[in-house]
T-cell receptor
Framework: GAVVSQHPSRVICKSGTSVKIECRSLDFQATTMFWYRQFPKQSLMLMATSNEGSKATYEQGVEKDKFLINHASLTLSTLTVTSAHPEDSSFYIC?????????????FGPGTRLTVT | GESVGLHLPTLSVQEGDNSIINCAYSNSASDYFIWYKQESGKGPQFIIDIRSNMDKRQGQRVTVLLNKTVKHLSLQIAATQPGDSAVYFCAETYSGGGADGLTFGKGTHLIIQP
């Protein structure tokens, strides 16, 4: 149980275009999901907290107009990178907090490798 | 031995030996700590967690130690195997504020030598 999927696993897009990444909790509901970014040989950095039915909360330094988050259902959050540039190339990873689980554990997706050319 | 590269420190150990990976956390208010294993190109995989009311917790071949006085975590892996080769991250959070994101440490690249 507690499986999180991401789609696509890899995406290459041209500079100036937008790309959408999906994060799904497959066998549980998640009111709260999180988006992280990871550059090569570096750690994961929290970008934003995605809340079902309300606006996302962004970490300091993360542009909310550039990284659009939509959490329209209890099993799906999407991250749209708008007007992508090469410096947005990174590994994007989501995690989900199981609504049933009172213990505090996040379940991570497999990540999405974004390359902007 | 252990060396610090540009980004990730590396720890190299012989197969079968025990390894200890260390982590310093930053927020004295954090009360929940987790160790994750990340293989190349994959998402983090949960290994073991510990709450601030404990100073030691054991799992299968792994032990986490927490020293709140100096804000230090360690992960001990017993009898390392080739499949243990990966990057290991500690993460911290404060659970009392509802669902909060995790703050990750820098990570350590563990290499198991045959």
């Amino acid at each position: 149980g507690a499986v999180v999927s991401q789609h696509p696993s890899r995406v290459i897009c041209k500079s100036g275009t937008s790309v959408k990444i999906e994060c799904r909790s497959l066998d549980f509901q998640a009111t709260t999901m999180f988006w992280y970014r990871q550059f090569p040989k570096q750690s994961l950095m929290l970008m934003a907290t995605s809340n079902e039915g309300s606006k996302a909360t962004y970490e300091q330094g993360v542009e909310k107009d550039k990284f659009l988050i939509n959490h329209a259902s209890l099993t799906l959050s999407t991250l749209t990178v708008t007007s992508a540039h090469p410096e947005d190339s990174s590994f994007y990873i989501c995690s989900a907090d199981d609504d049933r689980d009172r213990a505090y554990e996040q379940y991570f997706g497999p990540g999405t490798r974004l390359t902007v050319t | 031995g252990e060396s610090v590269g540009l980004h990730l420190p590396t720890l190299s150990v012989q197969e079968g030996d025990n390894s200890i990976i260390n982590c310093a956390y930053s927020n004295s208010a954090s009360d929940y700590f987790i160790w994750y294993k990340q293989e190349s190109g994959k998402g983090p995989q949960f290994i073991i967690d510990i709450r601030s009311n404990m100073d030691k917790r054991q799992g299968q071949r792994v032990t986490v130690l927490l020293n709140k006085t100096v804000k230090h975590l360690s992960l001990q892996i017993a009898a390392t195997q080739p499949g243990d080769s990966a990057v290991y991250f500690c993460a911290e959070t404060y659970s009392g504020g509802g669902a909060d994101g995790l703050t990750f440490g820098k990570g350590t690249h563990l290499i198991i030598q045959p």
